[in-house]
């Protein structure tokens, strides 16, 4: 089954809702009050045309799904207020699942993901649990409250070209990866900023690296807020290398 909101199509949630596929097109909004409730066990597509801006509000309820990919070809914006957003594993689907998440996927997809309360949980087992923000459009993350639990990996600006940039004012943002190939890349191929202007960043283990590749270009800006690396752990509890690459 699937939802789709076309161009200029509006709808608001509140009760519970599965299913497979949501799309939202140009102008198309959706928005996910309290008790509400949306599980998609494949993905959801935002900006999924050429047009105005799709967007995805989360205002007390919760949406969980197998993977997304926000700006395909139209922009998008993902506000999360307050309640949960949720990436998980649904075993039917595997192999889409498989689909690592996307903020600004595609040409004309500039897109943005405003956290301001709730949580954001990417946390999980799968390489699906990735979010690239900057693949073939620019991507953005504010965040200004809230939680955002990384999964495996965060990549801001993807592509050459394009950029993904993290600014955090307020709130907490909790990376922990299970290998030094995880955790956060500044520039991986493109252009990347993380700008710490509050809160709190803290690194578990994997890495948190700028400048991925010789065609990428990072920046990590700390104005505020606290930073914590810590060096990787080993599963047999010893400790290796310190996990900041420059």
Known sequence: SSVVIGVNGEAVLSSESTSTYLTLGGNGALTVGPGGSLTLMDSF????????????TIDGGTVVFGHFI???????????KDG????QYFADFQDVCMTQCMLGYAWNGTSTLEIRGGTFNM????????????????????QTGGRYLCGNYL?????????????????E??????????????????YGEFNIYGGTVT??????????????????????????IYPFTKDNGATTRDNMFI
Not at 208 to 214: K, Y
């Open 45 to 56: 597509w935002i900006g999924n045309k050429d047009g105005g801006e799709s967007v995805l």
């Open 70 to 80: 926000a700006g395909n070809g139209g922009p998008s914006r993902i506000i999360l």
């Open 84 to 87: 949960t957003l949720q990436r």
């Open 123 to 142: 946390s999980g087992t799968k390489a699906g649990d990735s979010l690239y923000v900057g693949r073939n459009a620019d991507g953005t993350i504010c």
């Open 155 to 171: 990549a801001l600006g993807l592509n050459s070209g394009f950029k993904g940039i993290y600014n955090l004012y307020d709130g």
């Open 173 to 190: 943002v909790a990376f922990s990866g299970r290998s030094l190939l995880e955790g956060c890349s500044i520039g991986s191929g493109g």
């Open 203 to 228: 690194a578990a283990n994997g890495r948190f690296q700028l400048s991925d590749t010789s065609t990428a270009f990072g920046k990590l800006r700390l104005c505020g807020g606290r930073l914590q």
